[in-house]
């Protein structure tokens, strides 16, 4: 099973990530604070998904519905990880902070989420 290893820019926030198969597509969201921050997501479930250092350095924002968590380091500001509005039981990986994002992006799909019209109200 491939794992990915990753961080944020400072490294204080260090994760993991163990697919049974290297990643097929990625999602690239339009909503407001995707499209500012760049970031393309790789879908993880809970079970693939390890948080390996920084905990205390990681701080969540969120906004709108109050239910997407937004999380990035506390010390340089990267976006590492969050939870998705609209699958909370998952996380979502900015892949570029894995330390092979580039030859995760070129071998995968980039499949577009239209999160700007996405509705507000539903989970």
């Known amino acids: 099973m491939p794992v990915y290893l990753g961080s944020c820019h400072c490294g204080a926030v ?6 049974s198969a290297p990643p097929a597509s990625l999602i690239d969201c339009n909503c407001s604070i995707c499209t500012k921050k760049g970031i393309l997501h790789l879908p993880t479930e809970l079970s693939e998904f390890k948080l390996l250092a920084g905990a205390d350095a990681i701080h969540t ?12 380091c506390r010390h340089c500001g990267i976006h590492v990880y969050g939870r998705p509005r ?10 570029r902070c894995l330390d092979d994002f580039e030859a995760i992006r070129t071998a995968a799909e980039i499949v577009p989420f239209d999160g700007h019209n996405h509705p507000k109200d539903k989970v």
């Open 14 to 19: 260090r994760i993991a990530v163990e697919k």
């Open 86 to 95: 609209n699958s909370p039981d998952r996380r979502t990986v900015n892949l």
């Open 61 to 72: 924002y969120r906004f709108g519905s109050d239910v997407a968590e937004h999380c990035f």
